[in-house]
């Protein structure tokens, strides 16, 4: 069962890499919401919590480092949010 | 326990949310990066198999909404991926 959740947390969390590699490379984080990453931020810290009374660490490693991602997102929104990408970046 | 469960799976759920409107709003989802809504997607599929086999509710309930909105901003990037909102918009 632990892998499952670990597979699980695995995924939703290195998903968030992608996203900031992206926003690195393009310098452009117009389209991310803020009240999105403000949002996300809150309810992982709460599931980092639930994990730890839980001893669940699926979720408790898993949204340890999705936390950390999900904040390198919100400073990359703060420093290029106001910039578009002008040219499409191929994906 | 399940009410602290609840409470982290309604925001990181509903966190997509805003981010859903911003993009139909916007019209724009250039900086949305595929690789992080395919591997979100496919981490909240296997995030509502563990909650069904170990009956955590929580876990259960707040992935099938959140794949639902992430279903819709996938959806919303193949018809908007292209497009890049010119003018700013203020978040």
Redesign the interface.
Known sequence: ?TV??L??????????L??V???IR?R?????????????S???T??C??GL??TDV??FVANVIALTLVGTLAGLKARH??T???Q??S?
Do not use: E, K, N
């Open positions: 069962m499952l959740g597979f699980a947390g695995a995924l939703t969390t290195l998903s968030f992608p996203q590699l992206r926003t393009t452009s984080a117009h389209d991310l919401s803020w009240m999105w990453l403000l949002m996300m809150a309810g992982m709460a599931w919590v639930y009374l839980r699926p979720v949010g106001r578009t990408a002008i499409p970046v994906q």
